[in-house]
C-alpha cells in the first residue's frame, strides 16, 4: 500500500449526514504501457510534492486523447497530495509505446534492471535483431547494456511473477538464475513425463496382447485355466492403472 491508497471520508454536513458534495471530475487512467513502469517511492514522491506546493508544477501531465496518461503519472500523484490541480496536456500520439518508452528511459529512480526489465515487457521480442555475430544490439543503451535486456526478457517469458518483483526493484541476477533453474526443472519434467506416458503405453499394449490370446484359448494356454483367470484379472488391473497413470502425467 502506498501513501495515496486510502480514501477520504465524505464531508459530513451540519445535521451529521453526508454533505452534497458536487461530484469531482473523472480521475484520467493510466495507459497500459506507462503502467510497466514502477512509482516513485514514497519518500521521493513526498519530496516531489512539495516542491511542487512550494514552486508550482513545471511540467504538464500528458493525456492521449483518450484521457490517458502516457507521461507524469508521479506528478499527478505528486499534485494529489500537495492539494494542487494538475496540468493537463492533452497530444495525439501515433506510437504510445515508443513515446512512452523514450519518455521513461531517463528517469535516474529507476536502475538499470529495471529499465532493461521495463523494456523487455514493452518490447518482449527484439525490435531490432543483430543481424550478425559481433554487432551490437542497437536496443542496448548506456541505461542497460545488451545482457541486462536478454535476461529481463528471459525472466519474463518464463516467469512474468519474478518480472514483476524485478520491476518493484529486485535483483535481475538472482530473477534470472532463478528462472533458469525453473526452465530446467520444467524440461526434466517433461522429460520425464514422456518417458513414463511410454512404458505405460507400452504395458498396455503387452497386456492387450496377452487378454486377446487367453480370450481366443490359445492352445499353448489351455492347461493352465486357473493361470489363464488370474493372469486375465492382473493384466485388467494393470491396463486399469496405467490408464489412469497416464491421465495424471
Known amino acids: 500500500m502506498t501513501i ?12 451529521g449526514t453526508a454533505a452534497n458534495v458536487p461530484p469531482a471530475e473523472p480521475t484520467p487512467t493510466i495507459h497500459p504501457y506507462a503502467a510497466v513502469y514502477p ?36 506528478r499527478y500523484d505528486a ?8 496540468l493537463y496536456e492533452t497530444k495525439d500520439i501515433e506510437d504510445p509505446r515508443a513515446y512512452i518508452q523514450s519518455k521513461n528511459s531517463y528517469r535516474r529512480h529507476l536502475s538499470k534492471s529495471q529499465k532493461a526489465m521495463a523494456h523487455a515487457m514493452l518490447y518482449p521480442e ?3 535483431p543483430r ?10 543503451t548506456s541505461e542497460f547494456s545488451d545482457r541486462l535486456l536478454q535476461q529481463a526478457r528471459f525472466v519474463f517469458r518464463h516467469a512474468p511473477d519474478l518480472a514483476e518483483k524485478v520491476k518493484a526493484g529486485s535483483s535481475l541476477e538472482d530473477a534470472y538464475t532463478a528462472a533458469r533453474e525453473l526452465v530446467e526443472t ?21 497386456c492387450t496382447t496377452q487378454m486377446t490370446n487367453i480370450n481366443n484359448s490359445d492352445t499353448r ?4 485355466s486357473d ?7 492382473d493384466a485388467d488391473q494393470i491396463i486399469e492403472y496405467a490408464q489412469k497413470l497416464r491421465d495424471i502425467v
Not at 4 to 15: A, G, K, N, R
Not at 221 to 224: N, P
Not at 227 to 233: D, E, I, P, V
Open 227 to 233: 493361470f489363464l483367470k488370474q493372469a486375465k484379472s
Open 221 to 224: 494356454f489351455l492347461d493352465q
Open 131 to 140: 543481424g550478425g555475430r559481433g554487432r551490437k544490439n542497437p536496443e542496448a
Open 39 to 74: 512509482r516513485m517511492a514514497d519518500d521521493e514522491l513526498l519530496e516531489l510534492s512539495e516542491d511542487i506546493r512550494l514552486h508550482g508544477q513545471r511540467e504538464p501531465i500528458i493525456l492521449n486523447t483518450s484521457g490517458q496518461i502516457l507521461d507524469g503519472r508521479n
Open 79 to 86: 499534485c494529489r497530495l500537495a492539494g494542487v490541480e494538475p
Open 126 to 128: 527484439s525490435e531490432n
Open 186 to 206: 520444467r524440461e526434466a519434467y517433461e522429460r520425464v513425463r514422456l518417458e513414463a506416458r511410454e512404458h505405460f503405453e507400452c504395458i498396455a499394449n503387452i
Open 4 to 15: 495515496l491508497d486510502s480514501s477520504e471520508d465524505p464531508v459530513p454536513s451540519d445535521d
